[in-house]
């Protein structure tokens, strides 16, 4: 007969054989259990690390340029005039192109092109400008950051030597998206942005363009401005007159990507010649001038402004890439030679897209206009058989 310790041993022994088992089984689980987190975590990490590498690598910097597009043909402009806004058109994309590829950002090198162009007297912005019916020079600009749709603008200013950098500091350091005038200009002063007499941006070419002008149209001629040397005194030439024909629009504009996949937009202008006073085109508004988003376009315009206003030119274009996916050429083109055509407006755009894709858009016989990629060469064009 079995005694009752023997049997008490016995079912201590299988009940010890019992959870033991499980106890195995129950570790087994557990490292199975932890083998897998930690290859899921592995996985996740290297996939992190491949998404981060990819992001640093994914995009490659795109930046396009011009300045102003209109009746701009060979014989008018000639071998030296061609020339000179090839060799100014050059040099303002490189320098853009030097701040993306030292890992600066878009809305930068917008600032430093555009910066680049309002001290050429060949263009119509700032030391270029073109003059109104009174004789002074009123300065337009707007700049926008595709990454946050923040935007800047100013318009009708006369002592900021840089307005795109007036523009940039209104999106940067104001609460406002738009301001003109005396206030813009003692807003630019507080934030320690240089200001100089209104002479600073006159140029002779440009005072005898709106003198033959205005006698053209029998109005009268104003005063020369106080402060300009006097006739004769040596000055560099503008060699595209845009007083000579009513379809010139002599603007500045850049549109860019940097390597962290954002893109902006800037455009800087004096405007049209012999324009009443206070007269504001469609370079500092937002969305008709310039506009940009890293969900569609970044574009820069060109042109008669009442009908760039009108059209909403810059947005529309966007909106074509955003709602309809269009490819950026194929939005531009539908914009500028169908909308604005069926408006009778003319003008041109540059274009950019989040990936790289850029277009050159316009209905008249020229633009000065060029682009580079990151890896890529320069392309200068001027006229519109040039691809």
């Known amino acids: 007969m079995v005694s009752e310790s023997s049997l008490a041993a016995k079912r201590f022994s299988a009940c010890a054989r019992y959870h033991g088992r499980n106890q195995g089984v129950e570790i087994m689980r557990t490292s199975i259990r932890i083998l897998g987190v930690a290859t899921i975590a592995a996985a996740s990490a290297l996939s992190l690390t491949a998404q981060q590498a990819g992001a640093t690598q994914a995009h490659k910097w795109t930046i396009v340029v011009h300045g102003g597009a209109g009746v701009i043909e060979r ?59 009174e004789g002074k020079n009123e300065l337009d600009a707007s700049i926008m950051d595709g990454s946050n749709l923040k935007a800047g603008a100013v318009c009708t200013v006369t002592h900021t030597r840089y307005p795109i950098s007036l523009a940039r500091a209104v999106m940067e350091k104001s609460p406002y998206v ?28 440009r005072w005898q363009s709106l ?23 040596a000055v560099p030439v503008a060699f595209y007159d845009e007083g000579a024909d009513p379809h010139s629009h002599g603007t500045t504009g850049v549109v860019a990507l940097d390597r962290n996949g954002n893109i902006a937009a800037g455009t800087s202008t004096g405007g049209l010649q012999g324009k009443m006073p206070g007269r ?77 894709q850029t277009a050159f858009s316009f209905n008249t016989p020229g633009m000065f206009r060029a682009r580079l990629s990151e890896g890529g060469q320069v392309e200068v064009h001027i006229y519109k058989d040039e691809q």
């Open 280 to 356: 504001v085109g469609d370079s500092p508004i937002i969305g008709a001038g310039t506009y940009a988003s890293n969900q569609s376009c970044a574009v820069s315009a060109t042109g008669t402004g009442e009908y760039f206003i009108r059209l909403g030119v810059a947005r529309e274009i966007c909106n074509l890439v955003a709602f309809k996916s269009m490819p950026i050429q194929q939005a531009a083109d539908q914009v500028i030679h169908h909308e604005l055509e069926a408006l009778h407006g003319d003008g041109g755009v540059i274009a950019l897209t989040p990936d790289g």
């Open 211 to 233: 003198v033959k002008q205005l006698q053209k149209e029998g109005k009268p001629v104003p005063p020369r401005p106080a402060g300009a040397p006097p006739p004769g005194a």
């Open 178 to 205: 738009m301001m003109s005038g005396q206030g813009a200009e003692a807003f630019g002063a507080s934030v320690g942005l240089e200001q100089v007499d209104p002479s600073f941006f006159f140029s002779e070419a």
């Open 75 to 133: 014989p008018a402009l000639g071998p030296k005039g061609d020339a000179a806004y090839r060799a100014a058109l050059t040099r303002g994309i490189e320098a853009g192109a030097k701040v993306l590829d030292q890992g600066g950002s878009a809305l930068d090198a917008v600032e430093t092109v555009l910066k680049i162009f309002e001290e050429d007297p060949l263009f119509n912005a700032a030391r270029g400008a073109v003059f109104s019916s």
